[in-house]
């Protein structure tokens, strides 16, 4: 079956440290991979968009890498302070068919002071 | 002002009622979504359409309805509401500039039901 797997247990770390969040997927092949932030009771917000044939993707403090032998993205945040506590989705794009973004469940990132 | 609205923010009603969530967009995308948040679930697709001729099914339409009324208007009707319909509900949109690309999507505020 397809699934899209993010770590449902929070991440936390310390202020200045790099946070890294992972995204499996098993049955899917994404053309593209798009990570979101969500603050509680707030929509997503689209933080960067990767596609296949791109092994890394920065802005910022922000790094994405895909890997699509592994089936894996990786979603780093370099620099983290506490404004970057908040849950991070990942989505994938499709090469065809419905052609609408399928959500991960999403990992919450609290960074300590 | 929003580029995404969503309206109402809050809602309490019913088992058995009928319920209309609105979506308007000031963007100009052809594209808009909704989707419905439960915790550990992550965003589920109910329906999206293309352009205002093209609505299709997302992965839990059962039990939901929606209208596209204009490029910037798409409804989400909720015909018997039950209780495990309470949830948060996201309306977003996206642009679309030809095949062969990924489009961010933008998302409203969200509407929290609660049916009782």
């Known amino acids: 079956s397809q699934k899209i797997e993010q770590n449902s247990e929070a991440l936390n770390i310390q202020e200045g440290k790099t946070a890294t969040l992972t995204c499996n997927y098993t049955?899917?092949?994404?053309?593209?991979l798009q990570w979101y932030r969500q603050d509680p009771g707030r929509g997503p917000v689209f933080l960067l968009l990767?596609?296949?044939?791109?092994k890394e993707k920065r802005k910022e403090r922000l790094k994405v890498t895909f890997d699509t032998t592994l089936k894996q993205s990786l979603f780093h945040i370099t620099a983290s302070q506490p404004a970057d506590s908040a849950t991070y989705l990942c989505?994938?794009?499709?090469?065809?068919?419905?052609?609408?973004?399928?959500f991960g469940s999403g990992t919450r990132l609290q960074v300590q002071p | 002002d929003a580029d995404v609205t969503q309206t109402p923010r809050n809602r309490i009603t019913k088992t058995g009622k009928r319920i209309m969530l609105e979506c308007s967009q000031t963007?100009?995308?052809?594209?808009m979504y909704w989707y419905r948040q439960d915790p550990g679930l992550g965003l589920r697709l109910i329906y999206y359409?293309?352009?205002?001729?093209?609505?299709n099914k997302g992965e839990i339409s059962d039990g939901y309805s929606v209208s596209r009324q204009a490029q910037a208007k798409f409804s989400l009707s909720l015909e018997s509401a039950i209780p495990n319909q309470t949830a948060l509900y996201f309306c977003?949109?996206?642009?679309?500039?030809?095949?062969?690309?990924?489009?961010?999507?933008?998302f409203g505020p969200g509407t929290r039901l609660t049916v009782t």
């Open positions: 963007k100009g995308h052809d594209r």
């Open positions: 989505a994938l794009d499709m090469k065809s068919g419905r052609r609408a973004l399928t």
């Open positions: 049955n899917y092949s994404p053309a593209y």
């Open positions: 359409s293309f352009d205002v001729k093209d609505i």
């Open positions: 977003a949109t996206s642009d679309f500039r030809g095949t062969g690309s990924s489009y961010e999507q933008y």
């Open positions: 990767i596609r296949e044939n791109e």
